[in-house]
C-alpha cells in the first residue's frame, strides 16, 4: 500500500522559506513521479512542481520558478519542496502526489488527475 506522509508545514512571515517533505512507502516502481500541489479551501487545487525520482530536469508552475526548488533522495524515498520568499497569498495546504513510471504530459502541465497516489497535506500559512 502506498502511502505518502508530507511534513514541513508551518507559519512564516512573508519573505521568509519553509521546506516541505514528503515520505514515500509502499511504492513499488524503480521509477516515480512525483508531485507538489496547492489549495487553499473553497479553491481549485494547484499545481506547484513535478520531478521524476530518477532525476532529471523538474518542471515549475510559472507563479514559483526561481523561488521553490524540487528534489528527491532515493535513499530516503522523500521528496522536498524548498519554498523560500513566500507571498501570503501561497498560504495553502501542500500536497504530495506520485504515479508510477516516468512522468508524462499530464503530470508535467500538472493535471492532477494523472497522479495515482496523494497525501494527507501540510498547511502553509504566510503572513504579512
Known amino acids: 500500500q502506498v502511502q505518502l506522509a508530507e511534513s514541513g508545514g508551518g507559519s512564516v512571515e512573508a519573505g521568509g522559506s519553509l521546506r516541505l517533505a514528503c515520505a514515500a512507502s509502499?511504492?513499488?516502481?524503480?521509477?516515480?513521479?512525483m508531485g507538489w500541489f496547492r489549495q487553499v479551501e473553497g479553491k481549485e487545487r494547484e499545481w506547484v512542481a513535478t520531478?521524476?525520482?530518477?532525476?532529471?530536469?523538474?518542471w515549475y508552475a510559472d507563479s514559483v520558478k526561481g523561488r521553490f526548488t524540487i528534489s528527491h533522495d532515493n535513499a530516503k524515498s522523500t521528496v522536498y519542496l524548498q519554498m523560500n520568499s513566500l507571498k501570503p497569498a501561497e498560504s495553502a495546504m501542500y500536497y504530495c502526489?506520485?504515479?508510477?513510471?516516468?512522468?508524462?504530459?499530464?503530470?508535467?502541465?500538472?493535471?492532477?488527475?494523472?497522479?495515482?497516489?496523494w497525501g494527507q497535506g501540510t498547511q502553509v500559512t504566510v503572513s504579512s
Open positions: 502526489a506520485s504515479s508510477p513510471g516516468w512522468c508524462t504530459v499530464g503530470t508535467i502541465r500538472g493535471e492532477d488527475r494523472d497522479f495515482t497516489y
Open positions: 509502499g511504492l513499488n516502481r524503480a521509477r516515480n513521479c
Open positions: 520531478i521524476n525520482t530518477d532525476g532529471g530536469t523538474p
